[in-house]
């Protein structure tokens, strides 16, 4: 399953037809995916990639946010986003979200699992960019401090290899170790 394709369970929790903002919109998968299901979706990204015939506004998710005009989108998506910031500027950005959004806006968040011993250990701390990880539970309380009503929660089982041998030693070592290996990726839903 390619990258696009993992995302589409996340395109599917915004309004038809809605305004989507997605936060560090890389080379354009989602926005191209939006496209093709009705939704109306404008990127921002500091360092965007190759997005071509899609709007990707190449400026600093921060000062974005914090320039750009009340209740205007229907969605907000950051995948992968809110790790490279300390839990006062996640706040701080997701006050900013919560302004952007139109009454009833939702938020979808995809986060590093930590709850992953590949992610805890040592995926996670490849990327020098990566401030800190964050559980669910923090998350929670950032977005209810960011005055946005928390919806729900869960793991991504999409965001790992989901081969039959891959499974299997997972299985393995669940037993060995007597610790359940959760998926790399989680994700969080809320709105305005």
């Not at 914090?66 to 998506?77: L, M, P, Q, S």
Request: glycine share 10%; aromatic share 8%; proline share 5%.
């Amino acid at each position: 399953m390619d990258n696009k394709q993992k995302q589409v369970k996340y395109a599917c929790m915004f309004k038809k037809g809605g305004a989507i903002l997605e936060l560090g919109s890389g080379g354009g998968d989602f926005l191209d995916l939006c496209s093709g299901m009705g939704l109306k979706a404008t990127g921002v990204d500091r360092n965007p990639k190759s997005a071509p015939g899609y709007r990707v506004i190449k400026q600093d998710i921060p000062k974005y946010l914090k320039k750009e005009k009340t209740a205007r989108y229907d969605g907000v998506y950051a995948r992968h986003i809110l790790e490279h910031f300390d839990r006062a500027s996640v706040t701080a950005l997701l006050k900013d979200v919560k302004k952007v959004l139109k009454p009833g806006g939702r938020l979808v968040a995809i986060l590093p699992n930590i709850k992953n011993i590949g992610v805890a250990t040592t995926e996670f701390w490849k990327d020098e960019t990566h401030v800190r990880p964050y559980t669910a539970a923090e998350m929670k309380e950032i977005f209810k401090t960011a005055g946005l009503k928390f919806l729900g929660t869960g793991t991504d089982p999409e965001s790992w290899d989901n081969s039959a041998v891959k499974n299997f030693l997972r299985k393995i070592r669940a037993i060995i170790s007597g610790v359940n290996n959760e998926p790399p990726d989680y994700f969080l839903t809320a709105e305005k």
